[in-house]
Each structure stands twice: as C-alpha cells, then as structure tokens.
C-alpha cells in the first residue's frame, strides 16, 4: 500500500491561487485529485500518467488548474489559479492501479484530505 499526504492548502480569497502537494511513500502509477465541496459527493478534478505525457481535467477547472509530478520524489502537485467560492472542497490525491482517471473506485490508495476555502 503507497501512502499518500497532501499539503498545501488553506484559506484564499477569490481570484487567488494555492499549490497542493502530495508527497507518495512509493512508486505511483496514475495520479488523480478529487474534492468533495460542502454537501456534496467527490468529483474529480485532475489526472495525470506517470510519465506526465497525458493529463485530465474536470471542464469545471479547464484553464484554472494544472496538475504536474516529480516520480524522483514520488510527488504530484495540483496548481490551482484564479479560485473561485465554488472551488471551497477537501481535495484528495489518489493513486491508481489501473481504470478509468475519473472514477474514484480506479484509484486503491487516498490521501487524508485538505480542505481548501475560497473566500468571496
């Protein structure tokens, strides 16, 4: 089992950014964000292979957010700009062992979460 720990988040007001990190315990495959806003059920956000040649997007984020990964420190990050209120979520990275990049049951191993705030 990799474990995975995010970091990065907090509170920001709109128009802002913030860079999430995930630091993983081993080698990762597939690498994936989700969120879960208030009340709501997680979504996904972004994926990205491993050899960072094929990335994914959420429309919801297209042209905001870029996700990237460094396999020497068995890292992925996920830059998000110009936030919005409806960005509010705890994000999670996720790593896959195989499946379709945006559903959730493809990834086997999950951060604790981080809960990111966009401010109005």
Not at 27 to 38: C, I
Not at 63 to 89: C, H
Request: aromatic share 12%; with cysteine.
């Amino acid at each position: 089992q990799v474990q995975l720990v995010e970091s990065g988040g907090g509170l920001v007001q709109a128009g802002g950014s913030l860079r999430l990190s995930c630091t993983a315990s081993g080698r990762t495959f597939t690498m994936g964000w989700f969120r879960q806003p208030p009340g709501k059920e997680r979504e996904f956000v972004s994926a990205i292979s491993r050899s960072g040649g094929s990335t994914y997007y959420a429309d919801s984020v297209k042209g905001r957010f870029t996700i990237s990964r460094d396999n020497a420190k068995n890292a992925g990050y996920l830059q998000m700009n110009s936030l919005k209120p409806e960005d509010t979520a705890v994000y999670y990275c996720a790593a896959s062992g195989g499946g379709p990049y945006n559903w959730a049951p493809s990834y086997g191993n999950w951060g604790q979460g981080i809960q990111v705030t966009v401010s109005s």
